[in-house]
């Protein structure tokens, strides 16, 4: 089935530095969103990419999805502690079955 | 944007006891809800899809009896988890879509942390 990869698992920054993490899928996808889930929170939704190519910012997040709609990443600059968190993404495959499927998550921690 | 609540926050339950939650889409009707179960520090596994006035679809690997799941109106999903045990522990989250797409943003409620002594 499909399979939403996501790396990496953990990082641990010094606060100013900048953070990345990657998703991959197996399929192509419709689209895909990316979520953020504190500690002890539940996921919140932050951006949704659909076309090819495509590149969004939020203040100093980038978010990219790829050519082939098959990869995507976030990018964070001069991350605060405010930043700790979980980070998904989630995808919808071209099946059109309205399954999203999540990325296994990067979690982020910052020291301050 | 849209809300979505779930009750009850936290449960400890007693290995075979059952225990129902309760998903509720506070400002929005939503057609499809649906179910995650997530164990700590792992990702959100889709456990089923509700649909309003319909069977819910169960994803492969996860048990109809054990987690029946009704949808009784578009603005309410219960889950109920039946003789619970302790590796049913996990936290479940429940989402919702809002009308108009197949593709639109889910949104969360603050989940439900089970334990099962």
């Known amino acids: 089935g499909q399979q939403v990869m996501q790396i990496p698992q953990y990082q641990h920054v010094q606060e100013g530095e900048d953070f990345t993490t990657y998703c991959n899928s197996s399929t192509t996808l419709s689209n895909i969103q990316w979520y953020k889930q504190r500690p002890g929170g539940h996921p919140v939704f932050l951006i949704q990419?659909?076309?090819?190519?495509e590149v969004k910012k939020q203040k100093r997040l980038t978010f990219q999805f790829g050519e082939a709609k098959k990869n995507s990443s976030l990018h964070i600059t001069a991350t605060q502690t405010t930043d700790v968190g979980t980070y998904f993404c989630?995808?919808?495959?071209?099946?059109?079955?309205?399954?999203?499927?999540f990325g296994q998550g990067t979690t982020l921690q910052v020291k301050p | 944007g849209a809300v979505v609540s779930q009750h009850p926050s936290r449960v400890i339950c007693k290995s075979g006891t059952s225990v129902k939650i309760e998903c509720r889409s506070l400002d929005f009707q939503a057609t499809t809800m649906f179910w995650y179960r997530q164990f700590p520090k792992q990702s959100l596994m889709l456990m089923a899809t509700?649909?309003?006035?319909?069977?819910?679809?169960?994803e492969q690997g996860v048990e109809k009896d054990k987690f029946l799941i009704n949808h009784a109106s578009l603005t309410l999903s219960t889950l109920t988890v039946t003789s619970a045990h302790p590796e049913d522990s996990s936290f479940y989250i429940c989402?919702?879509?809002?009308?108009?797409?197949?593709?639109?943003?889910?949104?969360f409620g603050p989940g439900t942390r089970l334990t099962v002594l």
């Open positions: 990419l659909v076309k090819s190519g």
């Open positions: 989630a995808g919808y495959g071209s099946s059109n079955t309205g399954k999203l499927i």
């Open positions: 509700s649909n309003e006035g319909s069977k819910a679809t169960y």
């Open positions: 989402s919702a879509g809002t009308s108009g797409g197949l593709y639109n943003e889910q949104f």
